[in-house]
Each structure stands twice: as structure tokens, then as C-alpha cells.
């Protein structure tokens, strides 16, 4: 076997298991958003304005893998309990940005003390990835963005 195949063979194994591990993720996420009265959609927006703040609805989109109509929806709802806000950025009318309220952050708590102390059946994903060493976790991380923001055309 030539190494470039052997190079495929490793790259499908390491989809496989990402893939393995988001599903096993998002199976929890649905279980902790039905805790705080949200849907795992809603939930993952809110996470993704916790990591990075105030975002732009295409920004969003792009990390969230939504539509742009689906995670307008999904803002609008959010909106309406206000556990958002949006602001026009004062440039470019164009561009809106989204951001969580106070409210927001008060569920985004209650998240996190509900995933530090919920330990679904079966699933041991969580636990093993907050058992990585803090470094470990920033390196894994480093290695794993710069393929994300590859332009796949």
C-alpha cells in the first residue's frame, strides 16, 4: 500500500470517528435543550454566540453549517425569548449582528452546570473529552481549525 492510500484510508478513519463522536454530541445536545425549553438547533446557536460572542448572521450560518432562512427562523425565535439581541452594525446597514442577552447567558449557566452534572447512559464522549488535558484540548483545537476554515471550494 502506498502512502498517499494509506494517507486516504487514515483521513476516512478520522471522518468516521468525528462523525461518530458529533452524533453521540448532538444525541446530548438534544437532551440538555429540552431541560432549558430548547430545541438542540436553538441550543447550538447559543452556544456558538457564547465561544465568539456577537456574530454576524452570515458568520453564524457558516459555523452552524445552517441555512440562512433556517437559522433566521431559529433567531427569530430567540429574539421573541429573548435570550438574543441583534444590532446593525453601523457601517454597513446590510450587516446584522447577533450576541446573547443577559438571559442568554443566565441558560448558557444553566447548560453548563447541567452538562457537568448530567451523565447521559452510555454516553462517555463528554466525560472523555473534558478528561483531556487542558493543553491537550488547546492543541487538538489549533490542529482542527485551520482544516475547517480550508476554502473546499
Known amino acids: 500500500m502506498s502512502s498517499d492510500q494509506e494517507k486516504l484510508i487514515y483521513a ?3 471522518y468516521r470517528l468525528i462523525k461518530q463522536i ?15 425549553g ?12 457564547l465561544i465568539d460572542g456577537s456574530l454576524s448572521y452570515s458568520d453564524l450560518a457558516y459555523r452552524s453549517g445552517l441555512a440562512k432562512n433556517t437559522l433566521s427562523s431559529l433567531a ?17 446597514g446590510r450587516v446584522t449582528y447577533l450576541a446573547l442577552t443577559e438571559a442568554g447567558k443566565q441558560i448558557m449557566e444553566q447548560v ?3 452538562s457537568l452534572s448530567i451523565s447521559p447512559e452510555g454516553l462517555n464522549y ?10 491537550e484540548n488547546k492543541d487538538i483545537l489549533s490542529y482542527l481549525r ?8
Open 12 to 14: 476516512f478513519e478520522f
Open 38 to 49: 430548547l430545541s438542540g438547533a436553538q441550543l447550538y446557536i447559543l452556544w456558538e454566540l
Open 76 to 92: 427569530k425565535t430567540l429574539l421573541k425569548k429573548k435570550l438574543i439581541s441583534q444590532t446593525s452594525n453601523p457601517d454597513d
Open 146 to 153: 485551520p482544516i475547517i476554515r480550508n476554502d473546499w471550494g
Open 22 to 36: 458529533t452524533r453521540q454530541m448532538e444525541i446530548y445536545r438534544e437532551k440538555v435543550a429540552k431541560l432549558v
Open 126 to 135: 463528554l466525560e472523555k473529552i473534558l478528561s483531556i488535558d487542558h493543553q
Open 112 to 114: 453548563i452546570d447541567f
